[in-house]
């Protein structure tokens, strides 16, 4: 099927141009004159593989274009159109700023034939690559839902970010379809169900398969008991019911389901902290006749605290300090806790942060009922989230206490930090608790070092100066940099190295043997290292070196001397392609 590329551009004669070239190449042309009736066009027509956007344009210039395309993409629940700015303007603070935004390249204007069919080539290519990669790393298979892994990423925006239920879904007695009637038939009802499921959540919802017959589910807005229970009993009618027409009238296992929920942001804002406290309301109605659902509730924390004393802020320090539980977010459960701990200390022992320890307690007043008390426990942790910033940190460490990580404050400004969000929930909630606190403050030297984890480029350059300048650059933007000052060198070096990197960044004319002959040598070695992302470097403004350089695959071509803000933009933009890559392909070897 022919590419659809839509060129936008006040001026006729460089959509003559654009036009002439791509027709005359097997792609289908849309030429538009402006920002405005592009966006008027992709409402009424849809959006194409790629868009050529020219910058500067009366009334609405690229930029501004680009912001309306992704609101408009957004509204119309559109995946993301690539965009390539055309432009005549050299300045380099224009093409990092496109960057930034989301722009997939840069043409200059006038452009080459070949320079302009080859870019839009490649980015095409690297836009369903990712899509393709995204998608099988994604999706499961059998009811298309969101695995595991992309669930844990999407509700972790969710939860962060939107008010409802979280709900935790599991199949009882699902395990006597497969015994009885066999895999196959389990596999219908598991389709079945996830059919069942996305018909009678509320609309808006978010679902994904986390485990066999485990589901989870985001119903934005969802706030009531009520609402849940409803939900719970059209999920267990639907199902018998569809259960009995591939199975047969006479089916009598006892299928049905039950749900654990919990609200949010009342009792946090983490996924995974969240998701396990669903899971102990769903162990709950699985204890008690199976077939319906629970919420979750401060009880359950009192029931798990119940004969512990209370803990010293020095206390819980050393449980969170020992415990290697994997997870991280802004509100927390304790165990979850215990990671983001270790991996915040490290993150600001590395930027030279000092931090401030906070454990606030809640006693009752006298005159307050128990369950005023225990819904003002509740959301008192929710006021305290929202009270600080979204670099600080907070748990629950029992019903009625909450401790605290404030990141780069000074010392002096603690009591009036501290003091602050008790006035403020005092003004709004006063006459059920009585809050004290403990504080305590780290300074860096106190902190246990980071470890490094960055992704991995190579460059290739027998010109000392820009190797240093790159190095200093990339490393900068936490990227680790293998320099080179000869092909010779890196060629034995990739030959002999078990572990290759991400991209290469390979200089043009070099005295030992230029990068052509170099990346020829790559692309002969065949297996992963022939696939590896190379970015030209030169200091040759003829474009025939960079329709050659493209033409050997090269994912694009930097002119010399770069700018470290060019240089980074234009690497990071390969690397997330390049990472996602590497990602995918150390999943299907495990």
Request: aromatic fraction near 8%.
């Amino acid at each position: 099927m022919a590419k659809w590329i839509m060129v936008v551009d006040d001026d006729v004669a460089n959509l003559k141009m654009a036009g002439a070239i791509l027709s005359k190449n097997n792609m289908r042309v849309t030429a538009l004159k402006s920002g405005k009736a592009l966006l008027d066009y992709i409402c009424e027509h849809g959006t194409p593989d790629l868009i050529l956007l020219d910058i500067m344009m009366p009334e609405m210039d690229g930029f501004e274009t680009l912001k309306n395309l992704r609101e408009l993409e957004k509204k119309k629940s559109l995946s993301e159109t690539p965009v390539i700015f055309l432009t005549a303007d050299a300045n380099t603070g224009t093409e990092s700023k496109g960057f930034e935004v989301g722009v997939s390249d840069y043409i200059r204007k006038p452009f080459n034939p070949e320079v302009l069919l080859r870019r839009i080539d490649n980015v095409i290519s690297m836009q369903s690559e990712m899509e393709n990669l995204k998608n099988e790393a994604s999706v499961d298979k059998l009811t298309g839902f969101m695995n595991k892994a992309a669930t844990t990423t999407e509700f972790s925006k969710l939860c962060a970010q939107e008010s409802g239920c979280l709900m935790m879904i599991d199949l009882d007695s699902f395990k006597l379809v497969n015994d009885l009637y066999g895999h196959e038939m389990g596999d219908k009802v598991l389709i079945s169900f996830a059919n069942i499921i996305r018909e009678t959540l509320p609309e808006g919802s978010k679902y994904g398969r986390i485990g066999g017959d485990e589901f989870t589910a985001f119903c934005v807005n969802t706030d009531t008991e009520e609402a849940v229970v409803e939900i719970t009993k059209a999920l267990n009618e639907k199902l018998v019911k569809k259960a009995k027409e591939l199975m047969g009238p006479d089916m009598n296992i006892p299928l049905g389901t039950s749900v654990g929920g919990i609200m949010v942001p009342i009792h946090g804002n983490d996924y995974g902290s969240l998701l396990k406290l669903a899971d102990k309301s769903l162990y709950k109605v699985k204890k008690n006749g199976k077939h319906g659902c629970a919420l979750y509730s401060s009880d359950f924390m009192e029931d798990d605290n119940e004969g512990n004393g209370l803990m010293d802020i020095r206390g819980i320090s050393e449980i969170l300090g020992e415990r290697n539980i994997h997870d991280d977010a802004l509100f927390l459960d304790m165990d979850a806790f215990a990671h983001v701990y270790r991996y915040s200390t490290r993150y600001f022992m590395r930027n030279g942060v000092n931090v401030l320890k906070v454990l606030f307690t809640l006693e009752r007043l006298e005159g307050a009922s128990d369950s005023d008390y225990k819904n003002k426990c509740d959301e008192f942790g929710n006021h305290v989230r929202k009270s600080l910033r979204k670099s600080d940190m907070l748990t629950r460490s029992r019903y009625n206490q909450y401790f605290v990580l404030i990141p780069d404050i000074r010392e002096e400004h603690t009591e009036m930090v501290v003091n602050s969000v008790i006035k403020k929930w005092n003004d709004n909630h006063g006459g059920i608790l009585d809050i004290s606190y403990e504080t305590e403050f780290v300074r860096r030297d106190e902190i246990e070092p980071y470890s490094d984890g960055r992704a991995s480029v190579v460059i290739v350059d027998d010109d000392i100066i820009n190797i240093n300048s790159a190095v200093k650059a990339l490393s900068e933007h936490d990227v680790n940099v293998t320099p080179f000052l000869s092909g010779a060198e890196f060629l034995e070096y990739i030959s002999m190295s078990e572990k290759l990197p991400l991209l290469i960044l390979l200089d043009i004319k070099m005295k030992d043997m230029d990068g052509f002959a170099i990346m020829d040598k790559l692309k002969a070695m065949g297996g992963d290292i022939s696939r590896v992302p190379v970015i030209f470097l030169t200091a040759d403004d003829s474009e025939g070196n960079e329709v050659v350089g493209l033409s050997k695959g090269a994912v694009d071509y930097i002119k010399k001397p770069f700018t470290p803000e060019i240089l980074n933009v234009r690497v990071n933009h390969i690397l997330e392609l390049a990472v996602l890559r590497k990602r995918y392909s150390d999943r299907r070897k495990v």
